[in-house]
C-alpha cells in the first residue's frame, strides 16, 4: 500500500522496483474491507490498472491472492498460512496473549500489542472487552509511531540518534489536531515516557480515544514491541490513566523478562500539570 515517506527534499525518493510495487499490491490486498476490487487496489497503491493486474495474477498464481466475486481480490489461503505460522512461531506473542487478557480483565479496556515497522507501530494481537461502548482496531494495521501509544513506547527506549532519524526525517503527519507534530515536542513527550515507564496519547490517533502503553525489550535491551490498553476519553481519564499505566508497565515487564529483557529502572518525572493534564 502506497504511503507517505518522510524524506529530506534534498533526497530523490527512489524508483520503484518489482517486488516494491509487488509488496504495495499485497499491503493493499489485505487492508480492512476486503475483497478489493482491481481498480481500488491500483488507487491505494498509485500503480496502474494493468501493472496492478500483472502482480494480482502472479500472487493468485502462488496462492497469494484469491479471486473473488465481480473481479475483486483477497488474501490467499497460501499468504494466510505463511501469516498463522509465522504469528504461531512469535515468541513475544505467545508471551503477549495471555498477559493482553489478564490486562483486559482488570482495566476493562481493549489491551493490545504491537511491534515496530520502520516508523510505524503495527498491531498483532488485541483482547477486547465485552461492553456497550466497544472498540476495534484490526489486527495487522499500522499508526505511525508518533501518534500511537505503543509507537511512542518504543520510541522512548529506541536509542536517542536512532529516534532523531525518525523524528527529523521530515514533516510528521496530524492524524488528529491533537496529534504531536513538533521533534521537540515529541522529544518532550518521550523524555517523560522513559522517566514513568510509560507513554499516553491523547487522542493523538484518534479522536476521543486515549491509550497508555510501555515497551517491551528483549535480552539484548532492544525494543521488540509494546504493550497497551485504549479506551474512550471518559473510560481513560486522568486518574484511570494514573492508576492503569504502572499496570501496562508491569504487563509490559512480564513479557519483557520473558523473553530475557530487563526495562530501565523509571523514574517518576513530575510533569506540569497544566501542560500534562488530561481533559
Do not use: C, W
Not at 509487488?22 to 488507487?43: D, F, Q, S
Amino acid at each position: 500500500m502506497s504511503k507517505a515517506v518522510n524524506t529530506r527534499a534534498s533526497e530523490p525518493e527512489p524508483a520503484k522496483g518489482p517486488v516494491d510495487k509487488a509488496m504495495e499490491v499485497l499491503e493493499a490486498l489485505v487492508e480492512t474491507g476486503g475483497p478489493h476490487r482491481l481498480g481500488e487496489i491500483a488507487r491505494r497503491t498509485g500503480l496502474t490498472k494493468p501493472t496492478v493486474h500483472r502482480h494480482l495474477r502472479t500472487l493468485a498464481e502462488y496462492g497469494f491472492a484469491q479471486p473473488a466475486e465481480g473481479g475483486s481480490y483477497r488474501a490467499g489461503p497460501r499468504l494466510l498460512g505463511l501469516a498463522a505460522a509465522a504469528l504461531h512461531d512469535s515468541r513475544d506473542l505467545a508471551l503477549a496473549r495471555p498477559v493482553l487478557t489478564d490486562l483486559r480483565r482488570r482495566t476493562g479496556l481493549l489491551a493490545q500489542y504491537a511491534v515496530r515497522h520502520a516508523d510505524d507501530a503495527v498491531l498483532l494481537a488485541q483482547s477486547e472487552p465485552a461492553r456497550e461502548y466497544r472498540m476495534y482496531a484490526r489486527p495487522g494495521s499500522r499508526v505511525p509511531l508518533h501518534s500511537s501509544g505503543t509507537g511512542l513506547a518504543m520510541l522512548s527506549v529506541l536509542p536517542a540518534d536512532e529516534a532523531d532519524t525518525l523524528l527529523e526525517a521530515g514533516p510528521l503527519a496530524a492524524r488528529t489536531p491533537h496529534t504531536p507534530t513538533d521533534p521537540a515536542a515529541l522529544r518532550t513527550l518521550l523524555r517523560e515516557a522513559a522517566g514513568v515507564g510509560y507513554a499516553v496519547d491523547d487522542e493523538y490517533e484518534e479522536l476521543d480515544v486515549r491509550s497508555v502503553a510501555a515497551p517491551v525489550v528483549d535480552g539484548e535491551g532492544r525494543v521488540v514491541g509494546a504493550i497497551g490498553i485504549s479506551g474512550l476519553t471518559f473510560t481513560l481519564d486522568r486518574q484511570s490513566v494514573e492508576m492503569f499505566g504502572p499496570m501496562v508497565r508491569a504487563a509490559a515487564r512480564t513479557v519483557s523478562a520473558g523473553l530475557g529483557g530487563a526495562p530501565p529502572t523509571f523514574r517518576v518525572v513530575d510533569v506540569d500539570a497544566e501542560d500534562g493534564e488530561l481533559a
